[in-house]
């Protein structure tokens, strides 16, 4: 309340001099009748009104303005897509379909194409302030690390990210069926999650559009890190049936306002289980079935720091 108060003052203070001017100014030149015309009583109005304005916009303080600016910047809406799966499977409609609904909600949109999705730009993602973040990722579950891996575009190497790969938070995979000779990459664990990536999620909405997307140890990963509410696959899923069913989540959740539970309960009931691995997309935690997008952003002014 105190911040409000502050920017208004300048903006008050202009107001009132305002006023006072056009008392002053404009009254008593129109009442002096006898000794001028009434087009010259026009013309010292405008021009005393004129010089009363520029010194009271004098008065507003530069840091005043600046201080409104940022603000409002601070709290424009950001969303992202993150596209990996369009090395091997792109579809340009979705994203064109998504891109549009969300900036006719509000949204500044990001997109990353397959090529753009690092190691690096995971570990930047929580320092963007994105509200929601959708994953069109690949994604597998490594039994032997027990962590869900989300695909990079980066062919593997283990001479990179040396010291994380011995941390089980970057490690090699391969998008499933495997032939012999497919490439490898560098993959991303939840525990990459939890202590690589750089900044906090600031309750954000996280749609993990990838298989097995809501593995337990990557969705409490993300709402460690911040984000309030996770959104995912119970098994594999096809691109185009992940497709179809965030965009129908999208638009209930977004357009119509519905909360988490809701929107995903008429997604299902618009699209149905994935048809051949069967896979149901649900949402983590369980209180975050009340989430609705107004009340994702009850907090963005504030983002919290953490320390590692």
């Excluded at 911040?3 to 300048?10: G, S």
């Excluded at 992202?80 to 891109?99: G, M, R």
């Excluded at 990001?110 to 570990?123: A, I, M, P, S, W």
């Excluded at 096809?238 to 519905?258: G, W």
Aim: aromatic content about 10%.
């Amino acid at each position: 309340m105190a911040n409000k108060i502050e920017l208004l003052t300048p903006w008050i203070t202009l107001s009132v001099l305002v006023l006072l001017g056009f008392g002053m100014i404009v009254v008593p030149t129109f009442g002096n009748r006898s000794t001028l015309s009434w087009k010259k009583q026009i013309r010292i109005a405008a021009a005393g009104f004129g010089c009363l304005l520029l010194l009271a916009l004098s008065f507003i303080p530069h840091s005043s303005v600046s201080s409104t600016l940022a603000v409002r910047q601070k709290h424009r809406l950001k969303a992202v897509i993150v596209d990996h799966l369009s090395i091997n499977w792109p579809n340009p409609d979705f994203v064109e379909k998504c891109t549009a609904l969300l900036r006719k909600a509000g949204y500044d949109v990001d997109y990353y194409k397959g090529e753009e999705v690092t190691v690096e730009l995971y570990r930047h993602l929580p320092s963007h302030g994105y509200k929601l973040i959708i994953l069109r990722t690949h994604s597998t579950y490594i039994p032997q690390y027990r962590s869900l891996a989300m695909f990079t575009s980066e062919p593997y190497s283990k001479h990179r990210y040396v010291y994380e790969q011995l941390r089980n938070r970057v490690a090699s995979g391969f998008i499933e069926p495997y032939r012999k000779g497919d490439p490898r990459y560098l993959v991303v664990t939840d525990k990459f999650v939890r202590y690589s990536m750089e900044g906090t999620f600031n309750d954000s909405i996280i749609v993990m559009m990838g298989c097995r997307g809501i593995k337990k140890c990557n969705a409490t990963a993300f709402i460690g890190k911040g984000a309030i509410a996770y959104v995912g696959w119970n098994g594999s899923v096809s691109a185009y049936h992940t497709d179809r069913a965030t965009l129908h989540f999208l638009e209930h959740f977004v357009t119509e306002k519905q909360t988490v539970a809701q929107a995903v309960s008429q997604t299902m009931s618009d699209v149905g289980r994935e048809p051949e691995h069967n896979a149901t997309l649900l949402w983590w935690p369980i209180r975050a079935g009340g989430v609705t997008l107004a009340s994702s952003m009850n907090h963005m002014a504030h983002v919290p720091s953490q320390t590692r």
